[in-house]
């Protein structure tokens, strides 16, 4: 199993940037691949970003490309969001999981594919 705690989530203008961070505990980490998660009010938690165990493939839900940024180390256990020009519809709580499949390579954006998850960080964007 994968422990999960994110952090980084707050309040911020529309335009502005914050940073998600997942840390991570458990022994499969390096070996799981890892997404992040987001759920609005009244909404169904929908994909927002996943990345392979080793890093090389990463995978962002259309309304995110060019604005967010996954990344992970493995050495430190942790994964990242970075979030910049957001916007009032990202308004949700972000969710980090992990996908324990042995050497996952490439990221499913299916919530039913994620086998831990983390309590969630609240992201308010306000207008």
């Known amino acids: 199993q994968v422990q999960l705690v994110e952090s980084g989530g707050g309040l911020v203008q529309a335009g502005g940037s914050l940073r998600l961070s997942c840390a991570a505990s458990g022994r499969t980490f390096s070996t799981s691949a890892m997404g992040w998660f987001r759920q609005a009010p009244g909404k169904e938690r929908e994909f927002v970003a996943g990345?392979?165990?080793?890093?090389?493939?990463?995978y962002y839900t259309d309304f995110v490309k060019g604005r967010f940024t996954i990344s992970r180390d493995n050495a430190k256990n942790t994964v990242t969001l970075q979030m910049n020009s957001l916007k009032p519809d990202d308004t949700a709580i972000y969710y980090c999981a992990a996908d324990r499949t042995y050497l996952r390579s490439f990221p499913s954006m299916s919530v039913d594919e994620y086998d831990d998850w983390g309590q969630g960080t609240q992201v308010t964007v306000s207008s």
């Open positions: 990345i392979g165990w080793s890093g090389r493939n990463i």
